[in-house]
């Protein structure tokens, strides 16, 4: 009689975000992404140990969500980068402000065919004596800039194209198929 060999099961690897970016909800995430990773890791010792391959198959984040803090929202954006195990993001309704950004961090990116995008400017304000008010201000500058290096690094949309949205001081709405084409997704779900 051969051996039976008794291998654990993968993590549920679906995760639904459609709320606003905080920390509570970033935490959640992050908790998720992180276990799974660290499961697959221990999934593939033990297929090791017999000789198999184990390939894990990727986490789904499925997001509709109108965005909310951007400090929360980078500590994700680099745990979603820093996975091994590959992430799909899918936009069911909206990725806009920080959900924009988690949207376009997937390792492949997906978009229902009536979803909606929407990118802008970070904001902030500043009170206080003049040197509070420019401490302030670089920090926005900084966290601008952040934004700004994410988006050109994982989409087909240029600098120009940026500032260009930022003179007319609007919000960037950006439809599926106009994702498409600034690879801001790469498959449209429909």
């Known amino acids: 009689m051969a051996d039976t060999i008794n291998l ?24 998720d992404i992180i276990e799974i990773n660290e499961h697959d890791d221990y999934i593939k010792k033990i297929y ?14 499925y997001i509709d969500s ?3 803090y951007v400090y929360q929202c980078l ?17 069911t309704g909206c990725a806009m402000s920080s959900g924009f950004l988690i949207a376009i961090s997937g390792h492949k990116r997906f978009g229902h065919l009536r979803s909606t995008y929407l990118y802008h400017q970070v904001a902030g304000g500043a009170f206080g004596k003049v040197k509070d008010m420019e401490e302030e201000l670089a920090e926005i500058l900084r966290l601008q800039q952040a934004v700004e290096e994410i988006t050109l690094e994982s989409t087909a949309i240029t600098k120009k194209m940026l500032e260009k949205s ?21 498959e449209i779900i429909s």
């Not at 679906?14 to 959640?28: A, E, I, M, P």
């Not at 980068?81 to 590959?86: D, E, I, L, V």
């Open 66 to 68: 109108y965005g909310g």
């Open 166 to 186: 930022y003179r007319g001081k609007n919000d960037w709405y950006i439809t599926t198929e106009q994702a498409i084409k600034l690879k801001v997704i790469d």
């Open 48 to 61: 090791d140990v017999h000789g198999l391959n184990y390939v894990p198959k990727p986490i789904k984040i």
């Open 8 to 31: 654990p099961n993968p993590k549920e690897r679906n995760l639904f975000f459609d709320k606003q970016v905080s920390q509570s909800s970033v935490n959640t995430l992050s908790k």
């Open 75 to 91: 500590g994700l954006v680099g745990i979603m980068r820093s996975s091994k195990t590959p992430i799909h993001t899918i936009v």
